[in-house]
């Protein structure tokens, strides 16, 4: 009998994203970036209404060789919080950059891919 192998995905790991905020009012969006052995590092930065901020591509070196942090979550507050993971349903695969829009609809807050 033939030997199959399992089928192996490719990683849902997004490296860096934009958030625009299409609100009225200033929003504090908090990044946590993820790597190997459990490595974390979180962004914070608040972002006026209109304006938008990018979360750059991070990395680190170790033993000489560099890793890539991933986006793992981004949060959203302003009084109600919103809480995104942003691999899924947003990334398949290995993806450098997305852009995300923060909308606003009767008081809740909602995070979009574009």
């Keep these: 009998s033939p030997f199959t192998l399992p089928m192996v995905l490719p990683p849902r790991h997004l490296y860096s994203a934009t958030i625009r905020n299409t609100t009225s009012r200033p929003i504090t ?11 974390k590092r979180q962004e914070t930065e608040e972002i006026a209404a209109g304006k938008k901020h990018k979360f750059e591509r991070r990395s680190f070196m ?3 060789a560099e890793y ?4 793992s979550s981004i949060k959203v507050r302003r009084g109600n919080a919103l809480s995104i993971n942003s691999s899924a349903p947003y990334v398949t695969s290995p993806t450098n950059h997305l852009t995300f829009d923060i909308t606003e609809r009767n008081g809740s807050l909602r995070l979009r891919s574009t």
């Design 29 to 39: 969006v908090s990044v946590t970036y993820e790597s190997i052995n459990n490595r």
């Design 68 to 71: 890539a942090y991933n986006i």
């Design 62 to 64: 170790t033993e000489g």
